[in-house]
């Protein structure tokens, strides 16, 4: 029998392999409902591939607004499309709780699978219900929502309609396929807030992008190979046509309807910053992943920021959670103060075939999922 920690410890026993699976789809823009709909069926797909975790791109629900940056006079001052196009937004995006959040607790309940989704968020009633907010939401197998947090700051275009952030999710929680924590597109470019992570123990971050090039990839596998963890990163897909009808698409693609404006580029990349799987372009995936979480403790060999690569006699962190009052409190997590001792795969080499994920290591599977 191999050597595990008493229950009374309250150490959790983690599996070696796990299934990681990251979603590269469209969603149906600006459609709640039916992006919603096509969400739950990628879980299910996901799922059946044994998937213990399924990660969303940014702002999935109801699709990121890439016409700040292929529409025209998105900044123009009280421009009557823009304030339309805004309050249908406003319209399609996700309470915190609402029947949406509560349909996500289901499917990760249904499946026994830990799940993290990108939304554009409002605030239904009070302070800041005008505000939209980047926000990325972790859903735990038991269906509680053990995380939520809001990008800190809008990048660039993006602040014409989302408000900051704050603090209270740059943590990790504990699931039982690992330590879980992420952040969202360009927060991978703040130093402090990716030491923020590391310092949360993280054994499996999700980065979540609207789509990811070359300089997005970068960033990722930079981000595995300096907190020595997993990364999973998910981006969308998106054409020309599925722009607003309210706006007047930027001269390159006034004319190409079928043109990719997001391509996905979703991944999964190593503690040593090496893909595992992936990344996948201009068509729809779920790519997939068995990972073997002994890596980390292998690869921390040469370096880890948080201990013995780390200097706390000559710098100092300390995060301040800026606390915004419109945010919705959020529940404790369930495993964090846990007693819980999970052992969904024993920890040795001779692991029965029979309990390991039945299919080949490392997918790109082309999703036929489609929502009309």
């Given at each position: 029998?191999?050597?595990?920690?008493d229950?009374?410890?309250?150490?959790?026993?983690?599996?070696r392999?796990?299934?990681v699976a990251?979603?590269q789809?469209?969603?149906?823009?600006?459609?709640?409902?039916?992006?919603?709909?096509?969400a739950?069926?990628?879980?299910?797909?996901?799922?059946?591939?044994?998937?213990?975790?399924?990660?969303?791109?940014?702002?999935?629900?109801?699709?990121?607004?890439?016409?700040?940056e292929?529409c025209?006079?998105?900044?123009?001052?009280?421009?009557?499309p823009?304030?339309?196009?805004?309050?249908r937004?406003v319209?399609?995006?996700?309470?915190?709780p609402?029947?949406?959040?509560?349909?996500?607790?289901?499917?990760?309940?249904?499946?026994?699978?830990?799940?993290?989704?990108?939304?554009?968020?409002?605030?239904?009633?009070g302070?800041?219900?005008?505000?939209?907010?980047s926000?990325?939401?972790?859903?735990?197998?038991?269906g509680?929502?053990?995380?939520?947090?809001?990008?800190?700051?809008?990048?660039?275009?993006?602040?014409?309609?989302?408000?900051?952030?704050?603090g209270?999710?740059?943590?990790?929680?504990?699931?039982?396929?690992?330590?879980?924590?992420?952040?969202?597109?360009?927060?991978?470019?703040?130093?402090?807030a990716?030491?923020?992570?590391?310092?949360?123990?993280?054994?499996?971050?999700?980065?979540?992008?609207?789509?990811?090039?070359?300089?997005?990839?970068?960033?990722?596998?930079?981000?595995?190979?300096?907190?020595?963890?997993f990364?999973v990163?998910?981006?969308?897909?998106m054409?020309a046509?599925?722009?607003?009808?309210e706006?007047?698409?930027?001269?390159?693609?006034?004319?190409?309807?079928?043109?990719?404006?997001?391509?996905?580029?979703?991944a999964v990349?190593?503690?040593?910053?090496?893909?595992i799987?992936?990344?996948?372009?201009?068509?729809?995936?779920?790519?997939?992943?068995?990972i073997?979480?002994n890596r980390?403790?292998?690869?921390?060999?040469?370096?880890?920021v948080t201990?013995?690569?780390?200097r706390?006699?000559l710098?100092?962190?300390?995060?301040k959670?800026?606390?915004?009052?419109?945010v919705?409190?959020?529940?404790?997590?369930?495993?964090?103060?846990?007693?819980?001792?999970?052992?969904?795969?024993?920890m040795?080499?001779?692991v029965s075939?029979?309990?390991l994920?039945?299919?080949?290591?490392?997918?790109?599977?082309?999703?036929?999922?489609?929502v009309?």
């Amino acid at each position: 029998m191999p050597n595990s920690s008493d229950a009374s410890s309250g150490t959790i026993l983690m599996p070696r392999m796990v299934t990681v699976a990251a979603v590269q789809a469209s969603p149906v823009f600006m459609n709640l409902e039916s992006s919603l709909a096509k969400a739950l069926n990628l879980v299910t797909e996901a799922a059946l591939k044994k998937a213990q975790l399924v990660v969303f791109p940014e702002m999935w629900l109801p699709g990121y607004p890439a016409w700040l940056e292929f529409c025209r006079d998105v900044g123009v001052w009280n421009h009557p499309p823009i304030k339309k196009l805004y309050a249908r937004l406003v319209e399609n995006s996700v309470i915190v709780p609402s029947p949406t959040t509560e349909a996500f607790s289901a499917v990760a309940v249904e499946h026994r699978l830990t799940m993290v989704v990108g939304i554009c968020e409002r605030v239904a009633e009070g302070a800041g219900r005008g505000t939209l907010y980047s926000s990325m939401l972790t859903f735990g197998p038991s269906g509680d929502l053990i995380n939520h947090h809001r990008k800190l700051l809008p990048t660039y275009s993006e602040r014409l309609i989302c408000g900051q952030g704050d603090g209270r999710g740059l943590r990790s929680v504990r699931t039982s396929v690992g330590r879980v924590g992420g952040l969202i597109s360009w927060e991978h470019w703040t130093p402090l807030a990716r030491q923020a992570m590391h310092q949360a123990g993280e054994d499996l971050h999700v980065a979540l992008w609207p789509a990811l090039g070359e300089m997005e990839q970068i960033a990722c596998r930079q981000y595995a190979f300096e907190g020595r963890s997993f990364v999973v990163t998910a981006g969308s897909i998106m054409r020309a046509r599925d722009l607003p009808v309210e706006l007047e698409p930027i001269a390159e693609i006034a004319n190409n309807p079928d043109k990719l404006i997001l391509d996905g580029g979703s991944a999964v990349i190593g503690p040593d910053g090496k893909y595992i799987a992936g990344p996948a372009f201009d068509y729809e995936a779920i790519v997939m992943a068995r990972i073997n979480l002994n890596r980390i403790r292998e690869e921390s060999l040469m370096m880890d920021v948080t201990g013995h690569y780390n200097r706390p006699d000559l710098f100092e962190l300390r995060l301040k959670h800026g606390d915004i009052g419109s945010v919705t409190a959020l529940p404790p997590n369930p495993l964090d103060e846990s007693r819980l001792l999970v052992s969904s795969l024993p920890m040795t080499e001779d692991v029965s075939k029979d309990l390991l994920p039945e299919f080949p290591d490392n997918l790109i599977t082309p999703s036929p999922s489609k929502v009309a």
